[in-house]
């Protein structure tokens, strides 16, 4: 059986969405009319490229592997129906990322490139590869090496982690001059969390305090917890540095050098797309003066 193209439109579609029933809207179809032709789709290649669930229909290995594929099939669908070229539209560019790094590396040098117009930059905060299973995308950013099969990874920069706090804080406090010091101190940081993938919270977390008294996932809450004199936050020095306020504690006693790596589908169907993502990543790591490796 061949496959329609219409059919990888609405697979495109699907995958977006993530529910048969926001699909139709966009489609402005029944969901039943969704599901038929994913189904029917999913016939014609003899495997499933979902994995059906309560809350959706959530994409699979399969699906991943097809997903830029499909993605240039749906554009070309739009721009032959139209009869307009320009409606193939900027190419897409998927990156998944750490909340810190997508802020402080990813966008300020995201400036030169979304000028041309050329391309749409989509960042996915992404502690790890697990928190984003199931989405499809051009490279990952990561903080631990995988070991999956699936993917390639390259080392893409060096990273150093420390405790950090405002300099009127500090003023108005009793010195920090040894780790004991820190009790009774508002802590800012990463809830344990065995699914977010952040190798220095077991590297650090023996080194701290029983109670870490402010726990988010979100890198901008230590920050600003640090900024606004709440207490100290444990944070990237790259991220710090932006801040001429912000101090760093304990920099011989607490401390943790890291690495971020680049990965890659193995299955990835866009190998110059994934190049030129990478050339970006490249000079992104420069311009944010993170020691790097070359891709």
Do not use: K
């Not at 490139?113 to 950013?141: K, Q």
């Not at 300099?167 to 108005?172: E, K, P």
């Not at 809830?191 to 952040?198: E, L, T």
Request: charged letters at 20%; a negative charge.
């Amino acid at each position: 059986m061949g496959v329609d193209a219409e059919d990888v439109r609405y697979f495109h579609v699907l995958a977006q969405a993530g529910t048969l029933v926001r699909a139709g809207e966009e489609l402005g179809v029944d969901h039943t009319t969704v599901s038929r032709r994913v189904q029917r789709l999913e016939h014609a290649l003899d495997q499933r490229l979902f994995t059906r669930t309560r809350s959706g229909w959530a994409i699979n290995s399969n699906g991943e592997r097809l997903l830029p594929a499909a993605r240039m099939v749906a554009l070309g669908s739009d721009a032959f129906s139209t009869g307009d070229p320009t409606r193939l539209g900027p190419e897409e560019w998927t990156i998944l990322s750490p909340d810190g790094f997508a802020a402080s590396v990813l966008t300020p040098a995201s400036a030169q490139l979304l000028a041309t117009e050329a391309v749409a930059l989509h960042i996915l905060s992404a502690p790890s590869l697990a928190s984003r299973e199931g989405n499809a995308f051009d490279v990952a950013i990561v903080r631990s090496q995988p070991s999956s099969s699936t993917v390639r990874a390259r080392r893409l920069a060096d990273y150093e982690i420390g405790v950090f706090a405002h300099r009127d804080y500090l003023h108005r406090h009793r010195p920090i001059t040894e780790p004991a010091d820190l009790d009774g101190h508002v802590l800012a940081w990463y809830a344990d969390d065995p699914i977010a993938g952040v190798p220095e919270f077991e590297a650090l977390r023996p080194q701290l305090p029983t109670e870490i008294r402010l726990q988010s996932n979100n890198l901008n809450v230590h920050e600003q917890a640090a900024l606004s004199g709440v207490g100290l936050a444990i944070m990237p020095t790259y991220t710090a540095a932006r801040h001429e306020s912000l101090v760093r504690v304990l920099p011989e006693a607490i401390g943790f050098r890291g690495h971020y790596w680049a990965v890659v589908p193995t299955t990835q169907l866009r190998e110059r797309t994934t190049q030129r993502v990478l050339d970006f990543l490249t000079a992104a790591v420069a311009a944010a003066g993170l020691e790097r490796t070359e891709l």
